[in-house]
Every structure is written in C-alpha cells, then in structure tokens.
C-alpha cells in the first residue's frame, strides 16, 4: 500500500512536467496540444543520442537537448501552427495531432520499434521505512521538484513570466500593455520545450525509450491539467500529483492494463462537476 | 493485377465510409473525433463478436456493431457535451478511443487479446462461389458505399442538416433561435458513429481476421487526411480524397522494392510521416480542400 503510494508519487511527479508544458502553452495560444507526448518521445531520444551514441554523461547531454529541442520546438511552431494561428482551436488541434504522428514515426524511423535506455550505470534500491526505492526514482523527485520551483521562479519573479501569465489572461490587453505576443509565443515553446524534454527523459529513465513512451502518457498528462485547471500552473503540479497517486492506487483494485482508464475517468468527473478545474477560473462564455 | 485492384477497391470503399463518417462528425458537425481508431475498431470487434459468440448472421451483426457504435458516441457526446467544449471532447474521445483498444487489447476472454480474432464469416460466404466472391464483395461494399453516399447527403440537405451547419458555424446564435444545440450534438455524433460501425464491419468481413494492430493511428491520420483533402462537408470530396489517400497508402507497398534496405517498420513509419506532413500542410495551404461543400442554390430568373 505505502509502496504503491510512493510509486504513485512518483508517477504523478513525472507527469507534472509535461502537465506544465499543456497548461503553459493552452494559456497562450488557447489550444490543447495532442502532440505533446510525441514531442517528449523525440526530446528523449535526442539526449540518448547525446549520452549513449555520444557518450556524453546524462546531465550535460539534457542540458543541452533540452535547449536544443527547446530550439526546435520554436521552429516547428513558425512552421506549422503560425501559420495556422487565427483558424480556431480546432484546425490546430487537427494540425498538433498530425505533428504528433510526424515526431513519433521521425523517432521510429531513426531508432526502430526497440526498446533502448540512458547509459546510467545500476544502483541498488534502498528501503527507507520499509519502501523499497531506487536512484532512478530520486533522481526523478529531485530534478522535477527543482524544475517546478524554477518555473515558479520564472512565472512569479521574471519579467518573461510575468508576461507569459499576461498574455494567457487577456491577450488584447497584454497587447494594449506593450507586451508582444510574438516573443511571448516564442519563449513559451522554448520553455515547453525544456519541461517536455526534461520529462521525456524522466520517462525513459523510469520506464525504456521506445516510439509511444510519451504518447501513452498523453490522458494523464491532460487529465493532471483539466484537473488543476487548463492554464493554471500550480493546478497542473498538484493535479499531477493526484491523477498518478490514484491511478498507480487502483491497480490494487483493478487490472493495472486498465491504468489509463484512471485519468479518463477523472475528466470526466471533472467535467461534470468542476469544468473549471479545481484552481481554474470558471469559463465565461461570450 | 485485375485481383490485385479488386481488392484495393474493397479496400478503398470501407475507408471512405470511415471517411464519410469523419466528415458527417467533423466536417458538417464540428466534432472533432480524436477516438476513430477506437470507435472503428470497436465496430469491427462488435460485427466479429456478435457472429462468432452470439451466433448472428451478418446483416443483424452489422446492424448490431452500427447500433453499438452509434450508443457509445452518443453516451460520449452527451456526458461531455452538456458540461463543456470542443476542446475537452476532443481529449475525451482520444482518450475513449484509447482506452476501447486497450480493451481490445487485453480481454482475453473476450477478444483473444493479441492474438485476434480469427474465421469471421462473410455476408453469403457459403452461397456466393470463392472464385466470385471478391466481385460480390466489392458490390456489396460499393452499394453499402453508395448507399451511406445516398443517406448522408439527403440529411446534410435535410432541414437537420440546416441545423448541424448552424451548430457547427455558432452553436450560441443557434441555441438563440431555439434549436437545441446539445441534442443535435448528440445526434450528429451517434448517426456518425454508425456509419463508423458499418466500416468496421466491412473491416472485419474483408479481413476475416482481426487484431488489435490493424486498428492503430494511421487510421486516424488517414481519415482525418481525406476529409481535409476532399473539403470538409463536401461528400463526394470526401470520398475522392479517401481514395486517393489509399491508394496512395497502398501504392506505397512497393516503395519497398524501390529503396534497398528499409524494413517494414521503417516503412511504415515513412507512411505516417507522410500523412502527417500532408495534414499540415493542407491545414495550411488549402484548408477548404479540393471539392465543396453542399449549399443551397437558388436560381434567380
């Protein structure tokens, strides 16, 4: 039970990072990306590239695929959803779901089907208060705690992330404010960037690399941030933390093949009861 | 040759009713379906099942996955519609679509898990002779296509019809002029659903075999290719774009013996990625597709 909820923990802290990137890039450009979990696909097969083809140390290749996919992630958007930017919410939603196909099958073609991991060499699980816990799981705390005290840093103190929360608040007013969307759009794809490629490479040191590693995360990426609330940062951390201890708990009650089933479930409650999402602010339409 | 273009033609008519679905869905509905490969695969399981354990012939078998399919789109649609927006129903469908293959996937007992389904009787199997029954096969497929033509156009044009355009257009100046927006949602999506019930079914006639695999997100990518490519709401634009879409796909078989070295997985992907490359860029450079859309001519004389 204890073990189980720290796995969960562990799960949802994963998850926190993407539930980020969703929610950083609905709040601006106000559409779901589905091609999220392909993006952090691609992202983690760049820095295995870096560390295991390379032999790089794990760290420094992340450090520098993540700028670089970070890089990418402003060059994909000039061309495929700038372009499509004033067509409404569900031609860039079709338009993400077709990226998402072109990044997954780009990483399938260059790596094949197989499952690969980092080169970190094995430590043995330790037990503390009798749960068993590997190094791998307390890297992933400690790097995702570090990155969400970061983003908090840079939405609450820096003047980008101040301008961030303006535009995904109110654009025409951001825009009568002297805050142009432009550069706000680009540094928020690179910021997302460096979120998915950290969680993608989360990912493949709790589970392996293969092509649908991101994508089967996809539900419980957007259920963490329809729970917290699409476009509220906090919502999508704590949401993230919730949907992975649920759905790593029902595994003691439910076939664990049926996991996913957790989060949909979950939207669909929070439809139901709460659109806006426990810290989103209720939609007001037209 | 002439066997081989028999059956890319069966092939091609069971795509594009997925694709006139997609398109009564999204295209003249405004619901995005991210679940087709889900609902699709459902439809085919559903046909399979109701003949292989419930005994049913293969007209009240299609009949029966129509009718399962078109609830189930209805449930979805209902339960997420009442409450909210397109963008949270396109995250329910993905993950409905999802969670129907895992099921596909795993209920052993049911669906023989990875293994498939296997023996799937076709309409007639036992009347028409084997050496005729791929012709009988592509008529039965291209009337049912016709058919589903037929059907989708008289609604589109129908006073109903009127009111799924204004939903899709401004589901709030709709509701002002007293329609009622939730119900037609529901409606639109379940009579799509159906149609994507009889394309499973077709499915799993043509196969006679069905797995889990064949139901993956290249059926998405493809559907979703056609209806853009032929303009969305435009039937017949639709059924073009279907298939040149497959024959496309299915031409891109032998683009193994061209290149040396490439791997049916590596192929595949390349598939996708073309697909994929081919959405944005009609997203973004012909976004109203190759054909029309219906609309309501009057002749001033």
């Known amino acids: 039970m204890l073990q189980t909820a720290f796995n969960g923990f562990v799960t949802g802290i994963i998850v926190t990072l993407p539930a980020l990137a969703i929610t950083l890039l609905f709040g601006v450009l106000k559409f779901p990306n589905f091609a999220v979990g392909a993006m952090m696909t691609l992202a983690a097969y760049m820095v295995f590239t870096l560390n295991v083809q390379l032999g790089w140390p794990l760290i420094a290749a992340t450090a520098v695929g993540a700028v670089a996919f970070g890089g990418l992630l402003i060059a994909v958007d000039y061309l495929t959803f700038k372009p499509l930017r004033e067509r409404g919410s569900i031609t860039l939603m079709v338009a993400s779901l077709g990226l998402g196909f072109v990044l997954e099958n780009i990483a399938r073609l260059a790596y094949g089907n197989t499952a690969r991991s980092f080169a970190i060499e094995l430590a043995r699980p330790f037990r503390f208060l009798d749960i068993r816990m590997n190094r791998e799981q307390m890297i992933i705390i400690g790097v995702s705690t570090l990155a969400m005290l970061a983003m908090y840093v840079l939405l609450t103190r820096m003047p980008i992330g101040r301008a961030m929360r303006a535009v995904s608040d109110n654009p025409a007013l951001a825009l009568v404010r002297g805050i142009e969307s432009p550069r706000i759009i680009r540094w928020t794809w690179f910021i997302a960037g460096l979120l998915l490629a950290v969680g993608g490479v989360l990912i493949g040191m709790d589970r392996a690399l293969e092509p649908p590693m991101g994508s089967s995360y996809l539900i419980a990426v957007f259920a963490a941030a329809i729970l917290g609330g699409l476009g509220s940062p906090l919502g999508a951390f704590v949401g993230a933390l919730i949907i992975g201890m649920v759905s790593e708990l029902s595994t003691l009650v439910m076939p664990p093949n049926y996991r996913i089933g957790i989060p949909l479930c979950a939207i669909a409650l929070i439809l139901v009861f709460r659109p806006q999402g426990l810290f989103g602010q209720p939609y007001i339409r037209k | ?301």
């Open chain 2, 1 to 301: 040759m002439i066997s081989f273009l028999i059956l890319i033609s069966i092939v091609v008519c069971f795509s594009a009713i997925l694709a006139l679905a997609l398109n009564f869905q999204w295209g003249l509905g405004g619901m995005v379906n991210f679940g087709l490969a889900g609902l699709y695969a459902l439809g085919a399981y559903s046909c399979a099942l109701l003949m292989l354990r419930a005994g049913a012939n293969t007209f009240f078998a299609t009949v029966g996955a129509m009718i399962i399919v078109a609830a189930v789109c209805g449930i979805v649609a209902f339960v997420t519609l009442r409450v909210t927006e397109e963008d949270y129903f396109a995250i329910v469908t993905l993950g409905v679509g999802e969670m129907l293959r895992l099921v596909a996937l795993n209920e052993d007992w049911l669906t023989k898990g990875a293994l498939g389904l296997t023996g799937i009787p076709r309409p007639l199997g036992d009347v028409v002779p084997p050496q005729y029954y791929q012709y009988f096969l592509l008529a039965l497929s291209v009337a049912l296509l016709l058919g589903t033509l037929w059907f989708l156009n008289a609604l589109a044009r129908s006073p109903f019809g009127r009111v799924m355009r204004a939903v899709r257009e401004d589901d709030v100046v709709a509701a002002t002029l007293g329609k009622h927006v939730l119900w037609a949602r529901v409606r639109i999506f379940a009579i799509g659903g159906a149609f994507i019930g009889l394309a499973g079914s077709l499915h799993a006639f043509y196969y006679q075999y069905i797995d889990p695999t064949q139901f993956s997100n290249i059926v998405i990518a493809y559907a979703f290719m056609a209806v853009i490519a032929g303009g969305r709401g435009a039937h017949r634009g639709t059924i073009l774009g279907a298939a040149v879409v497959m024959l496309l796909l299915e031409g891109s078989r032998f683009v193994k013996d061209l290149i040396p070295g490439i791997d049916s997985d590596q192929l595949a992907a390349i598939r996708i990625i073309i697909i994929g490359v081919g959405l944005i860029m009609l997203l973004i450079y012909k976004p109203q597709g190759f054909l029309r859309e219906y609309r309501l001519q009057v002749d001033l004389k």
